[in-house]
């Protein structure tokens, strides 16, 4: 399928679709807790399980968090867990090319963080065609494009992107007592969660009159992009007196632009709860983030995936809690 009838596709269907996907699921309110480990029919398994963690990078903390949980599982269940991530988070094509390698290489179950929500979906389709369990955590893969081409039964295990979003950009948009201008720096194009950051963000400043939303543009998650974007925006829009960034990293990186241009006065807020981002927080620089508890996103992968495996039918989908992280509860 073509990029326009992909777009013709989700255009059509995809509202309603993620409208339905915050409201059905199962919540599980984790921190750093483990899941009751499920009881083992060694006749259903592979001696040892072989379950493949594909991430978008290494480079974002966030996903060194996110294999840290996966390894937990990987100890607590003894599993093989064999972990792969692409160079950046923009590197669609290459981690399409490893869940390609997977497939030949014969993995039991595929745990993935897809950097897009749908250009994944053909290859995971052929992983699942060759006997493979598919598990989507942190970014949803596009239900209704799934559904054409067949995906089936892939439980997805994130959080409620749009309400962490809504209550970061809440947390800043309060403070907003003056007609005032604010940006927004989202994620990648074509990213569910990206999308829903973005719209959870515009939500909560609709609901302040004095704010104005100047722009709203793509940094691509990463931090350089994030200071030259941010340092765009402030030419462009002199006046911006706060910004949303859908993740942490795009926050540091507009950070340190607002200090190089010595605008201590702009509040910013975030997502993630980097360890960076809390220092940020502690310094005064940024004054709220969102923990999504990357952790526990692995741990469930790896949990689930072995699940499947035994057989077990599972929820389509399942949210852990956000938590708001300001100033007053940073650790």
Same mark, same amino acid.
């Given at each position: 399928?073509?990029?326009?009838?992909?777009?013709l596709?989700?255009?059509?269907?995809?509202?309603?679709?993620?409208? &339905?996907?915050?409201?059905?699921?199962?919540? *599980?309110?984790?921190?750093? !807790?483990?899941?009751?480990?499920?009881?083992?029919?060694?006749d259903?398994?592979?001696? *040892?399980? /072989?379950?493949?963690? *594909?991430m978008k990078?290494? %480079?974002?903390?966030?996903?060194?968090?996110?294999?840290?949980g996966?390894?937990?599982?990987?100890?607590?269940?003894?599993?093989?867990?064999i972990?792969? %991530?692409?160079a950046? #988070?923009t590197?669609?094509e290459? !981690?399409?090319?490893?869940?390609? #390698?997977?497939?030949?290489?014969?993995?039991?179950?595929?745990?993935?963080?897809?950097?897009?929500?749908?250009?994944?979906?053909?290859?995971?389709?052929?992983?699942?065609?060759?006997g493979?369990?598919?598990?989507?955590?942190?970014?949803?893969?596009n239900?209704?494009?799934?559904?054409?081409?067949?995906?089936?039964?892939?439980?997805?295990?994130?959080?409620?992107?749009?309400?962490?979003? =809504?209550?970061?950009?809440?947390?800043?948009?309060?403070?907003?007592?003056?007609?005032?201008?604010? &940006?927004?720096? #989202?994620?990648?194009h074509?990213?569910?969660?990206?999308?829903? /950051?973005?719209?959870?963000?515009? !939500?909560?400043?609709?609901?302040?009159?004095?704010?104005?939303?100047?722009?709203?543009?793509?940094?691509?998650?990463?931090?350089?992009?994030?200071?030259?974007?941010?340092?765009?925006?402030?030419?462009?829009?002199?006046?911006?007196?706060a910004?949303?960034?859908?993740?942490?990293?795009?926050?540091?990186?507009?950070?340190? =632009? $607002?200090?190089?241009?010595? /605008?201590?006065d702009? $509040?910013?807020?975030? =997502?993630?709860?980097?360890?960076?981002?809390?220092?940020?927080? /502690?310094?005064?620089?940024?004054?709220a983030?969102?923990?999504?508890q990357?952790?526990e996103?692995?741990? $469930?992968? *790896?949990?689930?995936?072995?699940?499947?495996?035994?057989?077990?039918?599972?929820?389509a989908?399942?949210?852990?809690?956000?938590? $708001?992280?300001?100033? #007053?509860?940073v650790?």
């Amino acid at each position: 399928m073509d990029k326009l009838t992909q777009f013709l596709l989700i255009a059509v269907i995809g509202f309603t679709a993620a409208c &339905a996907a915050g409201r059905e699921g199962t919540a *599980v309110p984790l921190l750093n !807790q483990a899941a009751p480990s499920p009881a083992v029919d060694v006749d259903r398994l592979p001696a *040892v399980p /072989r379950i493949a963690l *594909v991430m978008k990078t290494l %480079t974002n903390p966030f996903f060194v968090e996110m294999e840290k949980g996966a390894r937990r599982a990987e100890a607590e269940f003894g599993v093989q867990l064999i972990v792969k %991530t692409a160079a950046q #988070e923009t590197s669609i094509e290459q !981690q399409i090319g490893l869940v390609d #390698e997977l497939i030949q290489d014969q993995v039991d179950a595929i745990v993935i963080a897809p950097g897009d929500s749908l250009e994944l979906i053909p290859v995971l389709k052929k992983a699942q065609d060759a006997g493979i369990v598919v598990i989507n955590i942190d970014n949803q893969l596009n239900p209704d494009y799934s559904a054409a081409l067949g995906l089936q039964n892939v439980p997805y295990i994130s959080v409620d992107n749009r309400l962490g979003a =809504y209550l970061s950009a809440q947390y800043i948009s309060r403070q907003m007592t003056a007609p005032a201008a604010v &940006a927004i720096l #989202e994620g990648i194009h074509g990213a569910q969660n990206g999308e829903d /950051r973005k719209q959870g963000a515009l !939500q909560a400043f609709a609901e302040n009159p004095n704010i104005t939303v100047v722009a709203s543009t793509t940094a691509n998650w990463k931090i350089d992009e994030g200071y030259l974007v941010a340092k765009e925006l402030f030419i462009a829009y002199p006046n911006i007196a706060a910004l949303f960034c859908a993740n942490d990293m795009m926050a540091l990186g507009a950070i340190q =632009y $607002l200090q190089e241009a010595n /605008r201590p006065d702009v $509040l910013v807020a975030a =997502y993630d709860a980097l360890n960076e981002a809390k220092g940020a927080i /502690r310094a005064g620089a940024l004054q709220a983030t969102i923990d999504q508890q990357a952790a526990e996103q692995g741990y $469930l992968g *790896v949990w689930y995936a072995l699940r499947a495996l035994q057989g077990e039918q599972l929820p389509a989908q399942t949210l852990i809690d956000v938590i $708001l992280i300001t100033a #007053e509860n940073v650790d």
